[in-house]
């Protein structure tokens, strides 16, 4: 069967945006008539274009659906299986399988796969056990995410845990088998082998939410990736004047090496950043730095990395001098706009430099409008333009997408 021709017939009934985040949004399902349980449906079409020196000019418009069911919870147990199809409709790129090399990158190669398969658990007061291939959002996806916004979702074989019966935390542990990447089965590197443990713990406190975290991240198929984070994060948000109010953000983070690695190395992660609010408009300035030693800098290979230092996506990998990133970034909440149900109108600007800021890498602009437009259908575009410096190329990116779920 030719998958195109399947998807094809998909788009007509209901395409979809990418969104720029760390999490997707929630699907809205709705209640099967005959089979007990919930269907999953959603579906995503985009146009991505990326213009990079040094390399030909890419264009893709791609597709992908996701068809799942999760059952009625019988004996404290639930159920969820869902498949995952991406098939490109204009595939002049590099999708990082299938060249040419000269080509710019665009990493959303055709696949279909198993996306999710667990069971879940909640026979303990306060507590839920799930099992399987799942997905995993730690926090704010900085360290543990998705990639939901790549057409191929990033899910893990794991074990787990989330309890809130040690109040006032929120506890989380997982155990990682196996890490399922967003460049699919026919991948060389789709999928890594995996003895990572997770902890993570959430708690209220009067200067706000407190994270502590500590991940050990073992891929013996990829040892270069490994090594044991911990941490620690304070986001809090007070109300001043009429209409106003302030937010604040810390974290703190050292690396080391841990496992499989061959490397030797203790590197740290800092992230200041304040946010001002009135009505329906925000601006946010950040200092964020990952530490490198000139031969190795701070990884986050499970990161949600395109809502990090920038959408063009020139960072996934931090150098090895390490990285700086100063951002300014403002936003516009339309909540009664002409046309659907929301408007936000984003846009950033963002100066890069090594860690100790001795040496310019460039800088980025960004901007997107995302338009909701009822509770199935949304619409996105974005762009990103990065002036590098060094040995960083000039890059322009653009995206138009279109979302369908229930």
Same mark, same amino acid.
């Given at each position: 069967?030719?998958?195109?021709?399947?998807?094809?017939?998909?788009?007509?009934?209901?395409?979809?945006?990418?969104?720029?985040?760390?999490?997707?949004?929630?699907?809205?399902?709705?209640?099967?008539?005959?089979?007990?349980?919930?269907?999953?449906?959603?579906?995503?079409?985009?146009?991505?274009?990326?213009?990079?020196?040094?390399?030909?000019?890419?264009?893709?418009?791609?597709?992908?659906?996701?068809?799942?069911?999760?059952?009625?919870?019988?004996?404290?147990?639930?159920?969820?299986?869902e498949?995952?199809?991406?098939?490109?409709?204009?595939?002049?790129?590099?999708?990082?399988?299938?060249?040419?090399?000269?080509r710019?990158?665009?990493?959303?190669?055709?696949?279909?796969?198993?996306?999710?398969?667990?069971?879940?658990?909640?026979g303990?007061?306060?507590?839920?056990?799930?099992?399987?291939?799942?997905?995993?959002?730690?926090?704010?996806?900085?360290?543990?995410?998705?990639?939901?916004?790549?057409?191929?979702?990033?899910?893990?074989?794991?074990?787990?845990?989330?309890?809130?019966?040690?109040?006032?935390?929120?506890?989380?542990?997982?155990?990682?088998?196996?890490?399922?990447?967003?460049?699919?089965?026919?991948?060389?590197?789709?999928?890594w082998?995996?003895?990572?443990?997770?902890?993570?713990?959430?708690?209220?406190?009067?200067?706000?939410?407190?994270?502590?975290?500590?991940?050990?991240?073992?891929?013996?198929?990829?040892p270069?990736?490994?090594?044991?984070?911990?941490?620690?994060?304070?986001?809090?948000?007070?109300?001043?004047?009429?209409?106003?109010?302030?937010?604040?953000?810390?974290?703190?983070?050292?690396?080391s090496?841990y496992?499989?690695?061959? $490397?030797?190395? !203790? *590197? &740290?992660?800092?992230?200041?950043?304040?946010?001002? /609010?009135?009505?329906? #408009?925000?601006?946010?300035? %950040?200092?964020?730095?990952?530490?490198?030693?000139?031969?190795r800098?701070?990884?986050?290979?499970?990161?949600?990395?395109?809502?990090?230092?920038?959408?063009?996506?020139?960072?996934?990998?931090?150098?090895?001098?390490?990285?700086?990133?100063v951002?300014?970034?403002?936003?516009?909440?339309?909540?009664?706009?002409?046309?659907?149900?929301?408007?936000?109108?984003?846009?950033?600007?963002?100066?890069?430099?090594? $860690?100790?800021? !001795? *040496? &310019?890498?460039?800088?980025?602009?960004?901007?997107? /409008?995302q338009?909701? #437009?009822?509770?199935?259908w %949304?619409?996105?575009?974005?762009?990103?333009?990065?002036?590098?410096?060094?040995?960083?190329?000039?890059?322009?990116?653009?995206?138009?997408?279109?979302?369908?779920?229930?």
């Amino acid at each position: 069967m030719r998958l195109a021709a399947f998807l094809l017939t998909t788009l007509v009934m209901g395409p979809g945006v990418a969104v720029a985040q760390a999490t997707p949004p929630p699907a809205v399902a709705a209640e099967a008539d005959v089979v007990p349980g919930t269907f999953l449906f959603e579906s995503r079409v985009r146009y991505e274009g990326v213009r990079q020196d040094g390399l030909d000019d890419a264009d893709g418009v791609t597709a992908r659906l996701r068809l799942g069911w999760r059952s009625p919870t019988v004996s404290n147990l639930t159920f969820l299986v869902e498949g995952e199809a991406v098939q490109a409709i204009v595939s002049d790129f590099n999708d990082t399988i299938h060249g040419p090399a000269s080509r710019a990158v665009i990493a959303d190669p055709d696949t279909v796969e198993l996306n999710r398969l667990q069971v879940t658990w909640t026979g303990l007061p306060d507590t839920e056990v799930t099992i399987g291939r799942q997905r995993i959002v730690l926090g704010n996806a900085r360290f543990i995410g998705n990639v939901g916004f790549r057409q191929n979702e990033q899910t893990f074989d794991a074990v787990r845990v989330t309890t809130t019966a040690f109040e006032p935390f929120n506890l989380t542990y997982a155990y990682i088998d196996r890490v399922h990447r967003v460049f699919g089965d026919d991948s060389p590197v789709g999928e890594w082998q995996s003895d990572s443990h997770l902890i993570h713990a959430e708690t209220p406190t009067p200067a706000g939410t407190l994270s502590l975290y500590g991940y050990w991240l073992d891929f013996p198929t990829a040892p270069g990736q490994s090594s044991a984070t911990l941490g620690a994060r304070l986001a809090g948000n007070r109300n001043l004047a009429e209409g106003w109010s302030a937010g604040w953000t810390v974290e703190l983070a050292r690396q080391s090496d841990y496992g499989s690695n061959p $490397a030797r190395f !203790d *590197l &740290d992660y800092s992230l200041v950043s304040g946010r001002l /609010a009135h009505g329906p #408009i925000s601006l946010v300035v %950040a200092h964020e730095r990952l530490d490198g030693n000139g031969v190795r800098g701070f990884q986050t290979p499970l990161a949600t990395l395109h809502a990090f230092q920038g959408w063009a996506d020139v960072f996934l990998t931090t150098p090895a001098r390490g990285l700086t990133d100063v951002s300014a970034t403002a936003a516009y909440t339309w909540a009664e706009p002409p046309v659907g149900r929301r408007w936000v109108l984003s846009a950033s600007w963002r100066e890069f430099t090594d $860690a100790d800021g !001795d *040496l &310019d890498f460039g800088s980025e602009f960004d901007a997107a /409008a995302q338009v909701t #437009i009822n509770d199935h259908w %949304a619409l996105e575009a974005k762009m990103a333009a990065f002036e590098g410096a060094g040995i960083f190329a000039d890059r322009d990116k653009a995206w138009l997408s279109l979302e369908y779920r229930f």
